[in-house]
């Protein structure tokens, strides 16, 4: 079974993500990146605890004053339900239906493009509001820097996504590139997974004091 | 492959280099670059010596003191240690497990180049402006005040670097895993191998916390952000921490694949099987998991509290037990062995006596109470020397020895690498033993001078002199090194006679397929399995067959360069000169442009066919 | 392990059963981002009733995040199949080296 093998719904094995060599490496090497990002964002989350609503004077604001809890939610819906929109999309992509797969993708893609928007909406709502902003204090800074890490990897993932979209819509599926729709759709869960504890954390145990 | 054989002009043996996936050069990319920094290192610590040689002297200044030692320490850890283990784990991690490549050959040459290009950036500071003289554990509380940009090429350096390590790291555990020969079961991996597995396990999940740390620093630097600002509500001790999760492992990182380097030479030269290899094997996971859970041992003078005091104490000596374990498995390898005395011998059995020096003064500092008595004096100083050097380095210089055959297909001369040996051996002794005492009588680390008739004015001069010895000694090697090239006598497949593993059953250098049918494991010290049946060879698992091998590729390089130009963007961004920013971004354009490159181009490798290696054989027996 | 491509026997008998099973499985996954959807709900609710008390309001929370994360891991990014020894091996080492870290930066660092 060659990378370059053309497939049909017949032929395609029942894990095309682990099907060659170098598609099993890929998927285990992705899983031991996650096994890192899972302590780099333990650090961050531990640095924004130990910095938590430590501010310069009582002039700034402190966490309970600035989160809003219906904001919060809408953007953790978008993001939760861009997490089994993917899952569709890999359903698909196991039954080898590419077009179908290729939807999904899209919903993901423009759920992401949602959570993103509510996310600048959020942090400028801060600045302008609250003056809360990068500089502002040590509380800021450790929030700012959480939460735009989780940002930035939401933004990487998009533009992973939307790339290999663009790159295999004319080629369908092959055992060359399921792989990396699926290595790029696990680093979408893991990215919700973030999430759930961003959104407990920070918004929600910031909110109860 | 004919394209292969063919003989290089220098540009093609450059480009070849450049665009190498190949694990074997590779790996000499990193001992050349490793090599090279810790020479820098080797003659830093030589400064050090000379200033440190007399009372009140002037031969450099107290602020040059500071970036001396800082970079010192830097470059030691980063820049020379782990580039040089990473080079013996590249090139023979993979041909002990019977593997013809790494996992992810693409991304082991981005590691290489990330690493050399964030240590070239930091050593770029000492002609642009000044180097960074915080140390190098890079303390926020000084390390935010610097002034000038040292810390900021720490910052950035460090960070372009500890990502490579960092794909290093991933790129061996995932080699270790789903490469392995068939009948190359764990519990039959080489002892260096294990290592190798273990220490990547713990870059994994040490270099992370590094990465947050450094990043914060660079955004309290360069960025405006008030991490380390205790006006601001920061808390400098973050960062402590953060760079301790890191620093501990990172220790342990280094003498796991030195004892790994170690178990080989002991069991090949004592011509006997590794003693309690499930007790070695299980040895090394042991302190690869306590490694990460002694961290605070750095800053029980910080005030952490009793408590926190007391757990950290007890987890740090816990780890004197799978320590133990592993000095009593070597002393019964030897123990009725047929015993070899050669160079890596030697290094072996110096090795033993020196790092249990430094595991016993290890046990002493983890004593809390004590150590308030020891911190930041020049007993800790001769403490970690003790081990980095009497474990670290003496694995290096030994590794070097032993496999320098299987690298380059020469042996290095016996009698240059004995007296090596004895110069650097006694002058590393020389050096570091006063230096307990040093501490005890109380002068503290890092101070550029001191003055005279405090007792300190001879045992000065004696670990001057040391430094000396051991510069000598890495003279004879570097001088080794060029006859050795220069006679250029190739050697055989298995040149100390009484190789093990399966590295050497396959000629030196290895052809770059590795292995053209994968050899059939059937027991620890595989080849050696087959050499006691009288057999000369491994028995193939496999028919001659297609070989199929990965593209060379320059994005490695450009991935790289990117980040090398963004990041002199960041630096100078924190000055508010006008072309900063736009070099940050045409920097990180270049870097994801490249990545986006390598994810559209489509990359299948290539075949070598059967019928060529079948030519190739031939053409060995004309 | 050898560098050529894995053959895998593709017998036309197992399409109907694998069919079946990516269904089934799909079902589950619907399940799941249900629950996941109304874990979300409790929490958000439980911070928004206003007549809890923090001790109790943390914990539970936090433990609704862990459940729902679980689910996450275990069915979204198949975790639950086997051929993930390694993954979650190397995984929950994180997890455990996350939680050492925001326990003591949570703990020893106070003033």
Request: hydrophobic share 50%; net charge neutral; charged share 10%.
């Amino acid at each position: 079974m060659q990378a370059e093998e053309k497939f049909t719904y017949e032929t395609w094995p029942a894990s095309p993500e682990r099907a060659t060599l170098e598609a099993k490496n890929k998927f285990l090497g992705f899983w031991l990146f996650l096994g890192g990002e899972t302590v780099l964002f333990a650090s961050l989350f531990a640095t924004y605890l130990a910095l938590k609503d430590k501010v310069p004077d009582s002039t700034h604001a402190l966490a309970k004053d600035i989160f809003d809890l219906p904001l919060t939610l809408v953007a953790t819906m978008l993001l939760l339900t861009s997490s089994l929109t993917s899952v569709y999309a890999m359903y698909h992509m196991k039954n080898f239906a590419f077009k179908k797969m290729m939807v999904w993708l899209g919903v993901t893609v423009l759920l992401g493009f949602g959570f993103l928007g509510s996310e600048i909406y959020e942090f400028n709502h801060y600045v302008h509001e609250y003056h809360h902003t990068f500089t502002s204090s040590a509380f800021s800074s450790a929030f700012y820097t959480l939460v735009g890490f989780h940002g930035a990897h939401v933004t990487f993932g998009l533009a992973w996504i939307i790339s290999l979209m663009i790159r295999n819509s004319k080629r369908g599926l092959n055992l060359y590139n399921a792989p990396k729709f699926y290595v790029a759709s696990l680093y979408w869960h893991f990215i919700d997974v973030v999430w759930v504890f961003i959104f407990t954390v920070v918004y929600l145990m910031g909110m109860v004091g | 492959m004919s394209t292969y054989a063919q003989k290089k002009g220098f540009g093609g043996t450059i480009w070849d280099y450049l665009t190498t996936v190949d694990h074997k050069k590779i790996a000499i990319l990193y001992l050349m670059a490793g090599g090279l920094f810790f020479l820098v290192g080797g003659m830093e610590a030589v400064f050090i010596r000379i200033q440190l040689a007399v009372p009140n002297n002037d031969f450099v200044s107290a602020g040059t003191f500071n970036e001396i030692i800082t970079m010192h320490g830097t470059t030691m850890i980063f820049l020379a240690a782990m580039p040089l283990l990473f080079a013996f784990m590249n090139a023979v991690m993979p041909l002990q497990i019977g593997a013809r490549d790494v996992a992810f050959p693409f991304l082991n040459a981005l590691g290489f180049w990330l690493f050399f290009f964030g240590g070239v950036f930091l050593n770029l500071s000492w002609f642009l402006g000044g180097a960074p003289d915080a140390g190098w554990t890079s303390y926020a509380s000084l390390a935010v005040h610097s002034k000038g940009h040292g810390v900021d090429f720490y910052v950035l350096g460090l960070q372009i670097s500890g990502l490579g390590t960092l794909i290093g790291g991933i790129n061996f555990l995932a080699t270790v895993i789903t490469m392995r020969a068939p009948g190359m079961t764990y519990m039959r991996m080489p002892l260096f191998t294990w290592t190798t597995f273990v220490a990547s396990a713990m870059i994994l999940f040490a270099f992370p916390p590094l990465t947050v740390g450094l990043t914060l620093m660079m955004f309290d630097r360069l960025f405006g952000a008030n991490f380390f600002e205790v006006a601001m509500g920061g808390n400098t001790i973050i960062w402590e921490h953060l760079f301790w999760v890191f620093g501990h492992p990172e220790v342990y990182i280094l003498i796991l694949p030195a004892f790994g380097i170690f178990s080989e030479i002991f069991s090949t030269f004592s011509r006997k099987r590794l003693f309690g290899y499930s007790s070695m094997v299980f040895a090394t996971v042991l302190i690869g998991f306590l490694g990460f859970m002694v961290w605070a041992h750095h800053m029980f003078t910080t005030g952490l509290g009793p408590v926190a005091n007391a757990i950290f104490a007890v987890a740090t000596m816990a780890i004197g037990i799978p320590t133990g374990i592993k000095i009593f498995n070597w002393l019964f390898t030897m123990w009725g062995g047929s015993v070899k005395f050669t160079t890596p011998m030697y290094y072996a059995f110096g090795f033993i006596p020196s790092f249990v020096c430094g595991g016993v003064t290890g046990v002493m500092v983890a004593t809390a109470a004590a150590d308030y008595q020891y911190h930041d004096t020049y007993f800790v100083v001769a403490h970690f020397h003790y081990v980095i050097v009497g474990g670290v380095v003496l694995a290096l210089l030994a590794g070097t020895h032993y496999w320098w055959p299987k690298m380059f297909g020469t042996m290095l001369n016996e009698t240059l690498g004995k007296i090596t040996f004895w110069l650097f051996f006694i002058g590393f002794h020389l050096t570091f033993f006063i230096q307990h005492f040093l501490g005890v009588w109380g002068m503290p680390r890092r101070v550029f001078t001191y003055l005279p008739g405090q007792g300190f004015d001879t045992s000065n001069m004696v670990s001057s002199i040391g430094a000396g010895f051991m510069s000598a000694g890495v003279i004879v090697l570097l001088l080794n090194v060029v006859i050795t090239q220069v006679k250029n006598v190739k050697v055989g497949n298995d040149p100390w006679e009484d190789g093990r593993t399966l590295e050497w059953a396959i000629s030196s250098p290895p052809p770059y397929y590795n292995f053209k049918q994968l050899p059939l494991v059937r027991g620890l010290d595989a080849y050696w399995i087959e050499k006691m049946e009288g057999k000369k060879a491994m028995t193939p698992a496999e028919p001659v067959g297609d070989i199929h091998m990965p593209n060379s590729s320059f994005i490695p390089f450009m991935i790289t360069l990117g980040l090398f130009i963004a990041a002199f963007g960041a630096l100078y961004h924190a000055d508010d000169k006008s072309w900063a920013l736009p070099v940050l971004i045409i920097g990180l354009l270049v870097t994801f442009g490249s990545m986006l490159v390598r994810s559209v181009k489509d990359d299948h490798g290539y075949h070598i066919h059967k019928e060529e290696l079948m030519d190739e054989e031939k053409g060995a027996e004309a | 392990m050898t560098n050529q491509p894995l053959s895998s026997s593709n017998p036309r008998v197992d399409l109907e059963y694998r069919r079946k099973k990516n269904a089934e499985e799909m079902r589950h996954q619907v399940i799941s981002f249900s629950i996941m959807i109304f874990l979300t709900f409790i929490a958000f609710a439980a911070v928004a009733a206003k007549g809890f008390t923090a001790w109790f309001i943390i914990p539970f929370i936090l433990l609704l995040a862990v459940v729902q994360v679980i689910f996450q891991l275990f069915y979204f990014m198949h975790m639950s199949h086997e051929g993930h020894e390694a993954p979650s091996m190397f995984l929950f080492t994180g997890v455990f080296m996350a939680f050492v870290i925001v326990l003591t930066f949570m703990t020893i660092i106070w003033w």
